[in-house]
């Protein structure tokens, strides 16, 4: 297949080769089979391109799905290894008139998009000064010069019009030019059409002297639609911030140490997995790896959402895009390039982006029939003017004017400019949205269902009593505690740390599952578990606390008493969400006493206790067969089920994997605000992407009509159009901000701590 040559970028975005190494560096996995890759598109940022290349590469033997992110002018494809080539992507994509390249994430928001607006600008500024120039000249015409004065006027008009509309307008003819080429239609064929006509009708009447030129027309005409698109490419990119800002964590590169001790410096896209390099003070981290030699403090708030610094030692894991702070590192690669923490995260806000709701896969069809119609309606003006006994000269303006004003682009972006601008925000603040569809479903949530265990709590059991136990008693208990694995024997070596002790030396130390710990301290015996094992009698009511009993030879048994404390703002996030017209329930395997305790703590009603995985799951089958739209939020292994089988699911990034996997959206840190702030997100930004619909749909309906009976001339016709996307990208950009009234809950920005590889497998 020869591939066209890209005559609009053709200096940058050139026909892309992918072959051996350098191929494979751009793939990911995606399954087993399956592999995945991203990439730049600069053409495709209207909203024909979206459904044309998803369908046409869905069509190719071999590909499983194919996505398209106009916003960030990315294509994701999943195709199965084997049966068809990244080269046979990159040469269809050619041939469908869109240069492709594999996506380099430092290329987000900086060398592509800075290139796009200079042309843009560029051709603004030549076509802004023939359109003010030939102006002039048209006000002496209107002003009643006649014959040779205004024929001269009339030729200088075409001498500044006609070099200005052949470059101005190479954004759309090039576009235009590439879907006929293909035997398609796209938005800018009728724009292209209805510029060429303005500008040949006046050299037409020019050459045969006539009394009136449309010269001005023409080339105002390009300045308002070129405004109109520079304005979208420059809002495009302020909703872009989002990933902009985690793109710019990425380190260009780093020295990389060579088995002979020798450095050198290599680019970020060519570490590798086993590599070993060194990030001096001030640096970021180029990938993911372990310390190997050094100690340092990093500012890892990526991860922890904390502006502390952590400190490292060797051992410790890092992530790419962390800071270094305070001294020089070396690190063990174990990640690089798209199998990084930081890769991770880009990938669940690029799925967020483009995920398709509803009301998109309606723009979509809508758009697909853009093209088609505006050409027949064109062409119906044409003819019922004429058929009126109107002449050519005022049936041709007429149809040039429906050309013009009908645009699809204001209905294209009615919603995922909404999406985009509402899933940046709740990223900087802590909420991932690993599909776009969840906001939609977020909006009609109408119960939260909450696991207790590590989605109310934190999961993590503190010693609340006996607070005053001896040094010593202590140290012994955790001298036992530090051999065993279980969740209280962790707490409370961490309670001895947390108190400045070192566990005492314990021998001869074994594990009695079911019971508890036994050894030996200086011949005594010591035993650590529960109250049977140390001799005790079961205590009497449950307070909902968790035990662990220890005992010392033949001495009276001490009961440490731990609590899982609640996450912060657990008990706003409950009566926020009740003040958003919401059913809470909690539903856990624990027993009844402790997820009381919660439950009364966080003010939630409806408390069911001893479930087990099936019981979740048919809780939230029940509640769904009666008509109920279930937020289910959970963490667990035993969540997963339910978490599949809720309306939409939220898990912490400190869950399981397979919870995060099964959850639609992630919240990371401590605070379980997170999903209030995703419901009231959901809510606002499905009422602009709905008042966005509406304009879309209302603009063209009151305008193509307006222009059909000739009451709007082509000059104010391309005002029309290119305001109607403004205005429609200007009101998504209002998810961005804070809304008056929204819960004191959600509006906590909190990003707090991410286990180290949380969102692993996430996307």
């Given amino acids: 297949m020869t591939l066209p040559c890209c005559t609009i970028d053709g200096e940058y975005f050139q026909p892309f080769k992918l072959e051996g ?84 994430p430092r290329e987000t928001g900086l060398t592509s998009d800075d290139r796009e607006g200079s042309r843009l600008l560029r051709a603004l500024a030549v076509s802004g000064f023939a359109a003010g120039n030939v102006m002039l000249l048209s006000v002496s015409v209107w002003s009643g010069a006649e014959g040779a004065t205004r024929d001269l006027f009339h030729w200088l008009s075409a001498l500044i019009a006609l070099p200005a509309v052949v470059y101005a307008g190479r954004p759309f003819f090039y576009s235009a030019v590439n879907a006929l080429r293909l035997g398609r239609l796209n938005m800018d064929v009728p724009i292209s059409l209805g510029v060429t006509l303005a500008a040949l009708m006046s050299l037409f009447e020019t050459i045969n002297g006539a009394h009136h030129a449309y010269f001005d027309a023409a080339v105002t005409l390009l300045f308002f639609l070129l405004a109109g698109r520079y304005l979208d490419h420059l809002m495009r990119a302020r909703a872009r911030s989002a990933i902009a800002q985690l793109v710019s964590l990425s380190a260009e590169g780093a020295s990389v140490i060579e088995p002979d001790g020798s450095r050198r410096y290599v680019p970020a896209r060519e570490i590798k997995a086993g590599m070993t390099v060194a990030v001096a003070a001030g640096d970021r981290l180029p990938a993911d790896g372990t310390v190997r030699d050094g100690v340092s403090d990093l500012d890892r708030s990526l991860l922890t959402g904390e502006s502390a610094p952590e400190t490292v030692k060797p051992g410790s894991a890092v992530h790419a895009g962390e800071l270094n702070l305070t001294a020089p590192i070396t690190v063990e690669v174990t990640a690089a390039g798209n ?35 505006v050409h027949t ?35 294209g972006l009615a919603v995922p400019a909404v999406q985009v601008v509402a899933s940046g925000r709740l990223f900087r603040t802590g909420v991932m949205i690993k599909d776009g569809a969840a906001l939609e479903k977020l909006s009609l949530v109408d119960t939260v269902i909450f696991d207790k265990t590590g989605t109310l709590t934190k999961g993590e059991p503190v010693l609340v009593s006996p607070l005053m136990v001896s040094t010593g008693t202590l140290a012994l208990a955790a001298g036992l505690a530090q051999s065993s694995k279980h969740p209280l024997s962790r707490a409370l070596v961490r309670e001895v740390a947390a108190r400045g002790l070192a566990p005492s030396a314990v021998s001869e130390i074994a594990e009695h599952p079911g019971l508890g710990l036994s050894g030996l301290h200086q011949g005594e015996k010591l035993r650590l578990g529960s109250r049977a094992w140390c001799g005790m009698e079961e205590g009497g009511q449950d307070q909902g606390l968790l035990e662990f009993v220890f005992r010392r030879g033949a001495n009276t048994p001490v009961v440490f008493q731990f609590e899982d404390r609640l996450r912060p703002a657990a008990a706003d996030t409950v009566r926020d969400l009740k003040a958003l017209g919401l059913d809470v ?32 799951l048919a809780y939230v089958d029940a509640l769904a067969k009666a008509g109920r739209k279930v937020l289910m939020v959970g963490d667990g ?98 998810a961005g901000l804070k809304a008056k009234g929204e819960p004191a809950a959600a509006q906590q920005g909190d990003a707090g701590p991410v286990a180290a590889g949380s969102l692993k497998d996430a996307a």
């Fill in 21 to 104: 190494e350098d191929a494979e560096r751009w793939i990911s996995s995606a399954g087993p089979g399956l592999k995945r890759i991203e990439f730049l598109v600069p053409q495709a940022n209207r909203p024909q391109a979206m459904g044309e290349i998803e369908a046409d590469l869905a069509a190719l033997d071999g590909v499983t799905s194919a996505r398209v992110n106009l916003t960030g002018r990315r294509v994701v494809v999943i195709y199965q290894d084997g049966v068809i080539t990244p080269q046979a992507l990159v040469d269809r994509l050619g041939f469908l008139g869109y240069m492709a390249r594999p996506f380099d």
């Fill in 339 to 373: 199998d990084t923490f930081l890769s991770e995260l880009v990938r669940l806000m690029s799925a967020a982006e483009q995920g398709q709701s509803r009301y998109i896969r309606i723009a979509d069809r809508l758009a697909r029939f853009y093209s088609p119609a």
């Fill in 377 to 411: 309606l064109a062409a119906a003006t044409l003819a019922g003017w004429l058929l009126l006994g109107n002449g050519w000269h005022a049936s041709l303006m007429a149809a040039v004017a429906v050309l013009i004003i009908t645009c699809p682009c204001a209905l």
């Fill in 585 to 616: 329930h909690l539903l856990s395997g624990d027993r009844e006493a402790a997820v009381r305790r919660v439950a009364d703590a966080v003010g939630i009603e409806t408390a069911v206790w001893r479930a087990s995985p099936q019981a979740k």
């Fill in 637 to 734: 292994i035993n969540d997963a089920p339910a978490l599949a089988a809720g309306y939409t699911s939220m898990a912490p990034a400190t869950a399981s994997d397979i919870g995060r996997t099964a959850a639609e959206t992630v919240w990371m840190g401590e605070q379980v605000s997170g999903v209030a702030r995703a419901i009231a997100m959901g809510r606002r930004s499905q009422k602009i992407a709905k008042e966005n619909f509406a304009l879309a749909v209302g603009y063209n309906v009151l305008a193509v009509p307006l222009a059909m009976a000739g009451l709007v001339s082509p000059l104010i016709a391309a005002i029309a159009m290119s305001t109607s996307s403004i205005i429609v990208i200007a009101n998504a950009l209002r």
